[in-house]
């Protein structure tokens, strides 16, 4: 017991100071608020196991549309799965936490009971020196965004009280800043796409046109460009009402989608007007691309409260050098459309130019 009179001992200036558990855990917190998946990876496999004192850690994402968890980054030495499919049967330890939305945390995997893991189940089991790990589903507003794996805790071989609160509480932070990369790119798709039809939107389609036509100037070739639009969407509104002719919107463009390839570029350019961007594409192929595309809508009704409601669209199309400016493009594609709703509806016309003047 120390007496009045003495001083406490000074930390030996030998040593270098040392580092709460709080001043770790508090960049590490700032640097996983972010939208950047790559820097968010970099901490969960490097600074968190180095934390809670395991060797190895992955982290997974989940695309939920097609039940699949997606490897970002890892820090193992020897290979491991980069996409693991929610339906396998066995399901692995990952897809039970997913599943359940709860932690796994066991000393023991092989004797672990809630639920029953077979080695059968961990495909890579052979590869880790203990059977120690904790598989932790990341959770945004309850729906699983992916899946943070530590394994391999070491000195000592358990996770302490302490390391299961560090765990959860990265998981929950980890969980969140996922989320938030999601919604962020959400919206900026909605910024950028039409609602009704999944295409891109008027303003997005001159920023797409501008870029094509700068790819064109500096590597060479043409633009083609296509304009369509609804014949008689006016009549189906005034007759069906407005749902109706939503449906015909929305059917249409997917028709003209089955249409064109990876590389072409489709906007809703107005109301009932469509414009597709063709790179690099002559007349005579785009010729053949809009009368697909005609053929393709015209080929059967869609069924409105037990009517059916037949379907066509006139098309103009032109091509045009690199040094062709947007606005030109357009209206002259859109002058070859206007000959087309002349000519009766339902067909093609051509801007004839080829120079790009």
Known sequence: MMSRTEEPSSPDP???????LLEQVTPLARQVNSLDIERIAHVCVTSVPS???????????????????????????????????????????????????????????????????????????????????AIVPLVCH???????????????????????????LFGQLIGASIGNIRLFEKIQRQATMDGLTGLMNHRTFYE??????????????????????????KDINDTHGHRAGDKVI???SRRIKQCIRQIDLAARYGGDEFAIILPNTGIEEAVLVSQRI??????????????????????????????????????RS???LYHAKRSGKNTVRVFESTTGT
């Open 51 to 133: 934390i809670v004192g395991s060797a190895f850690a992955s982290l997974y994402v989940l695309d939920e549309a097609n039940s699949i968890l997606h490897l970002v980054r890892h820090n193992h030495p020897f290979p491991i799965n980069k996409i693991v499919s929610l339906n396998q049967n066995p399901p692995s330890p990952m897809v039970l936490a997913v599943k359940s939305k709860e932690l796994i945390l066991t000393g023991d995997i092989d004797t672990y009971a809630r639920p029953v893991i077979k080695r059968s189940q961990r495909a890579f089991a052979d590869n880790y020196a203990t059977a120690n790990c």
């Open 142 to 168: 309850d729906r699983v965004v992916g899946v943070l794996n530590l394994a391999d805790k070491t000195d000592p071989p358990r996770f302490s009280r302490e390391d299961i609160a560090l765990i959860e």
């Open 208 to 233: 797409t046109l501008e870029r094509e036509l700068w790819r064109s100037r500096r590597y060479g070739g043409t633009i083609s460009l296509i304009m369509a639009d609804i014949d008689n969407l």
């Open 334 to 336: 859109d002058r070859a």
């Open 250 to 252: 929305r059917e249409i």
């Open 294 to 331: 005609v053929e393709m809508v015209a080929s059967g009704p869609i069924t409105w409260q037990r009517e059916q409601i037949a379907l066509s669209i006139s098309v103009g199309v032109g091509q045009y050098g690199p040094e062709t400016n947007p606005e030109d493009i357009t209206s």
């Open 14 to 20: 030998g040593e270098p100071p040392k580092v709460s």
